[in-house]
């Protein structure tokens, strides 16, 4: 099993930049695709990027292509989510995921183990 902590949310002007951080517990981080996911009020959990074990590919949303970036440090146990440009829109709880069984990797269902979540907050 691995336990997820996000940290690095907070509030941000539009156009403004956050990294969140995503710190794993356990000795098999690398085992697990990664993955961002967010959730509006009153929204569905929605897919914002994921990442294979060794970093060696990446998924995103089309709504963050080319502003947010998705990145893991094995080393550290711990995943990224830098967060450019940003928008009204990305305001939301972001969670991250850990998947060791990855099949359709932007599906909230193919992860079982989920992080507490971050609040970002993104003003006009």
């Known amino acids: 099993q691995v336990q997820l902590v996000e940290s690095g949310g907070g509030l941000v002007q539009a156009g403004g930049s956050l990294r969140l951080s995503c710190a794993a517990s356990?000795?098999?981080?690398?085992?697990?695709?990664m993955g961002w996911f967010r959730q509006a009020p009153g929204k569905e959990r929605e897919f914002v990027a994921a990442?294979?074990?060794?970093?060696?590919?990446?998924w995103y949303a089309d709504s963050v292509k080319g502003r947010f970036t998705i990145s893991r440090d094995n080393a550290k146990n711990t995943v990224y989510l830098q967060m450019n440009s940003l928008k009204p829109e990305d305001t939301a709880v972001y969670y991250c995921?850990?998947?060791?069984?990855?099949?359709?990797?932007?599906?909230?269902?193919?992860?079982?183990?989920w992080g507490q979540g971050t609040q970002v907050t993104v003003s006009s």
């Open positions: 995921a850990a998947t060791n069984l990855p099949h359709s990797v932007v599906v909230v269902d193919d992860y079982r183990t």
């Open positions: 356990g000795r098999t981080f690398s085992s697990y695709y």
């Open positions: 990442i294979t074990r060794s970093g060696s590919n990446t």
